[in-house]
């Protein structure tokens, strides 16, 4: 016969010793789970096969086994590992748990989805800004009589260069 007392000991036992086990993770580990959550760069088997087949876009006269045989090889472990480094390097694992705990609010899942869109505007409004200011130095540059078409002459051209 179950002892009831004692099969709930040993669920117990059992279940914080699983927590215990699930939430010890290593510094590496938490560096990994931050990277992912946070979108900041893509951990995914995915990137390789994107990878490749941006290759066999560009050079559509190469056979399948060719690529067949070079998929085995494009491994995106390697990256992961030193973008994890670099994560590791930088932040404490304190920082790391308190970037994971922001990361997991509602606050920093709203940053997550909406940064690639926030990235997108900022791009777009720093080159429209990149322009604007070209425009207005030219332009004030050319109702200065600065610009011409023909340029004008350098006042110190360059001494040509010598043959050897």
Do not use: H
């Not at 080159?127 to 200065?144: A, C, P, R």
């Amino acid at each position: 016969m179950f002892n009831c007392k004692k099969v709930r000991e040993i669920f117990c036992i059992g279940s914080l010793l699983l927590s215990v086990f699930s939430y010890s993770q290593t510094k590496q580990d938490k560096v990994k789970e931050l990277i992912s959550l946070s979108g900041a760069f893509k951990l995914s088997k995915e990137v390789e096969k994107d990878i490749l087949l941006n290759f066999k876009k560009r050079y559509t006269n190469i056979p399948d086994s060719v690529w067949s045989s070079l998929e085995p090889k494009i491994n995106i472990d390697n990256l992961i590992s030193q973008v994890i480094d670099i994560y590791g390097n930088k932040f404490t694992e304190m920082e790391i748990d308190e970037f994971l705990v922001f990361y997991k609010s509602d606050i920093g899942k709203k940053l997550i989805q909406n940064s690639p869109s926030i990235m997108t505007e900022i791009q777009t409004a720093t080159s429209n800004w990149g322009m604007e200011v070209t425009n207005l130095v030219n332009n004030d540059l050319e109702q200065k009589g600065y610009l011409k078409s023909p340029p004008p002459p350098m006042p110190n051209p360059p001494a040509p260069m010598k043959s050897k």
